[in-house]
């Protein structure tokens, strides 16, 4: 089954979103919800809207190593997983709303997230010294009153919010930190402004959010009260995951560009592909895609046997991340001049990958944790 489902999401990528990458309505902040509208109401009449999700929710009930085939196949063009609703961070909110919501917040929330029909976005990362890679810092505060909450801070580089139907708020209450769910708009929280980032491939871009006294029911709280940084791990763990897995697809893309191009440009007496310096580029594009694709399918069948694999998400974040940048790097060097121009899809996917380090934790604060962990173990072998 996973291999038809994957021809058929590489003809619709290649078919339907790949026409539509130099459309008007892709601009600095993302495609636009009409164009998106369009890609979704394609992908649906194709079975291909949120095939991850299970049954119950419309998918197919892929597996993470199945789904690791499904999205690098969706994403060979930066806009696939959007128009196939596999996009961050609807695909990573509709994972935690499947295992913590309840069954009258499902159907409220994720039933028409899971259909495509609306947008969601996830309030974490602060400003000014807040929640960032450390979420201990969490500075956003939530205190009850009454039956409701009312949560006020400031949050950034908040992703899809211009234009999302609800979003789940991480806010500090007490000692420890809870999630909410909340329709939008709603009183109180205001877009301040959309950021001009570096990447552009995801609709209502990353704006700055404040809260001044948004009120949430009580029966809008995600799971229980004070779990949020434990329900952040279920979210993130399996998140960075995916991220590894669209990206690897735009990656292949921009390799595949740079191989045509190194096979068919004469330069000095020869293709480009007969100079070394060309040629080793490309074979070296080869090896970090495939280790890229091993080690993300390693992570994955670690998640699909109910292992915890949130050290070995960190290694596959670090790894893929920067495997993935080169391969973009070393395309774009092999195109020369044409490489840094709009007129290839590479530039783009330079962009996407170079943030692609950045976001979900950077490399450094993955590998801090992970030394922490050799520290730890270290001090446990010692003490037995």
């Excluded at 400003?127 to 009850?144: H, M, V």
């Excluded at 960075?240 to 330069?267: K, N, S, V």
């Excluded at 195109?335 to 380090?357: K, N, P």
Aim: aromatic share 6%; with cysteine; proline share 4%.
């Amino acid at each position: 089954m996973i291999s038809e489902l994957v021809a058929r999401t590489a003809h619709f990528i290649e078919d339907v979103v790949i026409p539509c990458e130099r459309d008007e309505r892709i601009g600095s902040h993302g495609p636009s919800d009409a164009l998106v509208h369009e890609w979704r109401s394609e992908a649906r009449n194709r079975g291909l809207i949120a095939p991850h999700l299970p049954s119950r929710w419309g998918g197919q009930g892929l597996c993470h190593a199945e789904t690791a085939q499904l999205f690098r196949a969706a994403g060979y063009s930066p806009f696939g997983p959007v128009a196939m609703n596999i996009a961050a961070p609807d695909e990573g909110n509709m994972h935690l709303l499947d295992r913590v919501a309840t069954e009258q917040q499902q159907a409220r929330f994720l039933h028409p997230l899971a259909t495509g029909t609306i947008r969601s976005t996830f309030l974490m990362t602060e400003p000014d010294g807040g929640a960032g890679s450390d979420p201990s810092l969490l500075r956003t505060e939530a205190r009850r009153v009454g039956d409701d909450w009312l949560i006020s801070g400031r949050k950034w580089l908040i992703t899809g919010i211009e234009g999302a139907g609800f979003a789940i708020i991480m806010a500090r209450t007490g000692e420890s930190a809870t999630m909410f769910l909340t329709d939008l708009p709603v009183p109180g929280l205001e877009i301040e402004r959309v950021l001009d980032t570096l990447d552009y491939a995801l609709p209502g871009g990353h704006a700055i959010v404040r809260l001044e006294n948004v009120r949430v029911p009580h029966d809008q709280v995600l799971g229980e009260v004070g779990k949020g940084f434990r329900y952040a791990q279920v979210r993130l763990a399996p998140a960075r995951l995916t991220h590894c897995m669209r990206w690897t697809g735009g990656a292949q893309r921009a390799h595949d560009i740079a191989a045509t191009y190194a096979c068919e440009r004469m330069a000095f007496g020869k293709r480009l592909i007969e100079h070394e310096g060309v040629g080793f580029m490309l074979a070296d594009n080869l090896i970090d895609l495939r280790q890229a694709e091993l080690i993300t399918d390693w992570c994955a069948a670690l998640l699909d046997r109910g292992e915890d694999a949130a050290a070995a998400s960190s290694m596959v974040k670090v790894a893929v991340s920067e495997a993935l940048y080169r391969v973009a790097d070393r395309s774009l060097q092999v195109l020369g001049g044409l490489g840094v121009t709009a007129d290839t899809i590479v530039q783009h996917l330079f962009r996407e990958l170079r943030a692609f380090r950045v976001y979900d934790g950077p490399s450094e604060v993955h590998r801090w944790s992970l030394a922490k962990r050799i520290e730890r173990d270290h001090r446990q072998r010692l003490e037995a």
